[in-house]
C-alpha cells in the first residue's frame, strides 16, 4: 500500500522567510511519481510538480525547489523569500505504476497549511 | 480551453435524497477521476475511468455510481445521500493514467447534507 505523510499540518511564516514542507512516502513500487500542488483559498487544485522515482535531481522554479531524497523517501518542497499570495494548503501526492486503481490514483498527504503573514 | 468544469459549485441535500455531480473536460482526456476532500484530509479516489464505456472503483466507492458515455463528461450520481458523503468533490483528468500524468483539477463541488 502507499502512503504519505505531511506530519506538518500548520505552519505560519512572517514574509519574505523561507520555509520547508516535509513530505515522506511509502511504496514498494520501484517505479513511482511524486507530486505537488497547491490549494489556495479559493479551492482549486493547482499543479506544481511531478518527480519520477529515477530522477534525483533537485529542481528549482523561481521562488520555488523541490529536494528529492531518495535514501531517506522524501520530497520536500521549499519556498524561498516567502510571499502572502503563496498562503494555501500544499499536498504532496505519490502515484505508483502497479496494476489496478493504485497505477492510476493519486494518494494525497493530509496536506500542510501555510500561513505567510505580511 | 476551459479545462475541467463541475456543477453545481455548492448544493445541500436533505438525507435519502439524489444527484448528480456533472464534470466534464475539453482537453480530450481519456482518463477521469473522482475525489472526495474531508476536513483536514488529502483526496481520495472514488471512481475513475479510462475511456469512454469504463468505469472502475477507486478506494472508496460505496454510495456513489458513475457512468462514461462520452469523454468529455463523467458524471458523479450519490444514490440516497448519507450525512458520511458530506464533503468537497474533485473531477480530474489526465492525458494518460500510467502514474506519470498530472491530473488536472476541476475547481469543485461542496456537498452537505443535513
Known amino acids: 500500500a502507499q502512503k504519505v505523510t505531511q506530519a506538518q499540518t500548520e505552519i505560519s511564516v512572517v514574509e519574505k522567510e523561507d520555509v520547508t514542507l516535509d513530505c515522506v512516502y511509502e511504496?514498494?513500487?520501484?517505479?513511482?511519481?511524486l507530486f505537488w500542488y497547491k490549494q489556495p483559498p479559493s479551492g482549486e487544485l493547482v499543479f506544481l510538480i511531478r518527480?519520477?522515482?529515477?530522477?534525483?535531481q533537485n529542481e528549482i522554479s523561481g521562488r520555488y525547489s523541490w529536494n528529492f531524497q531518495k535514501s531517506t523517501s522524501s520530497f520536500n518542497f521549499t519556498i524561498t523569500a516567502s510571499q502572502v499570495v503563496d498562503s494555501a494548503v500544499y499536498f504532496c501526492?505519490?502515484?505508483?505504476?502497479?496494476?489496478?486503481?493504485?497505477?492510476?490514483?493519486?494518494?494525497f498527504g493530509k496536506g500542510t497549511k501555510l500561513s505567510v503573514i505580511p | 480551453n476551459a479545462g475541467v468544469t463541475q456543477t453545481p459549485k455548492f448544493r445541500i441535500l436533505k438525507i435519502g435524497q439524489s444527484m448528480t455531480l456533472q464534470c466534464t473536460q475539453d482537453m480530450n482526456h481519456n482518463y477521469m477521476y473522482w475525489y472526495r476532500q474531508d476536513p483536514g484530509m488529502g483526496l481520495k479516489l472514488i471512481y475513475y475511468s479510462v475511456g469512454a464505456g469504463i468505469t472502475d472503483k477507486g478506494e472508496v466507492p460505496n454510495g456513489y455510481n458513475v457512468s462514461r458515455s462520452t469523454t468529455e463528461d463523467f458524471p458523479l450520481r450519490l444514490e440516497l445521500a448519507a450525512p458520511s458523503q458530506t464533503s468537497v468533490y474533485f473531477c480530474?483528468?489526465?492525458?494518460?493514467?500510467?502514474?506519470?500524468?498530472?491530473?488536472?483539477f476541476g475547481p469543485g463541488t461542496r456537498l452537505t447534507v443535513t
Open positions: 480530474a483528468s489526465s492525458q494518460r493514467g500510467e502514474g506519470g500524468y498530472e491530473q488536472y
Open positions: 518527480r519520477n522515482s529515477f530522477d534525483e
Open positions: 501526492a505519490l502515484s505508483g505504476v502497479s496494476s489496478g486503481a493504485g497505477s492510476y490514483q493519486l494518494t
Open positions: 511504496t514498494r513500487d520501484t517505479t513511482y511519481y
